[in-house]
């Protein structure tokens, strides 16, 4: 960042875990969808939810 770069490296790096699962494990919701024709299904349950949600949606390629 001294040299004009304003990115800090080390914030950068997002650790491969199963954020619908953390969630979960702190008190929220989460979904996981591994195919993309369940996107819409979760997606409505996620809005619809009367808690907060973390919707995790992996790329299947």
Do not use: C
């Not at 800090?8 to 699962?21: C, D, G, L, T, W």
């Amino acid at each position: 960042m001294m040299e004009g770069d304003p990115k800090f490296e080390a914030s950068q790096r997002i650790p491969n875990v199963p954020y619908h699962k953390f969630a979960e494990l702190i008190g929220l919701g989460g979904i996981y969808v591994g195919d993309p024709k369940q996107v819409s299904e979760a997606w409505q349950a996620a809005i619809t939810a009367d808690w907060p949600i973390v919707l995790e949606v992996q790329d299947p390629s």
